[in-house]
């Protein structure tokens, strides 16, 4: 089985869920991953980079375009303010037990 198909496991002692998707964390970013992680930084103005975000993290091109859709829709002004569409996105979260 290669490493792309084996779940990430969790540190030892971590409450967090393995994932089948390979996490790139801020400490390993490099390169074009970096630069994705700080264009996301500099659009959210917070300094730690969701596990989301990291999920994209192995393909920073898609990565960008990701969050640049994410802004346009999910973070615009329309029928639902920004706190309601964070709230139901949080809740859908939670129901699918999602570890980011």
Known sequence: MSD?????????????APTKIRITE?????????AAYDFW??????????GIIKCFG???????????????????EGHLNRRHKEMI????SY???CPY
């Not at 400490?27 to 074009?32: I, N, R, S, Y």
């Open 4 to 16: 792309q198909k084996r779940p990430v496991l969790p540190p030892p002692g971590s409450s967090t």
């Open 26 to 34: 801020d400490h390993e970013a490099t390169g074009a991953t970096a």
């Open 41 to 50: 930084r500099a659009g959210s103005g917070r300094k730690q980079v969701p």
């Open 58 to 76: 192995a393909r920073p091109d898609f990565l960008r375009q990701v969050v640049e859709f994410s802004n346009t829709v999910h973070f615009s």
């Open 89 to 92: 996105a949080s809740y859908v």
């Open 95 to 97: 129901l699918n037990r």
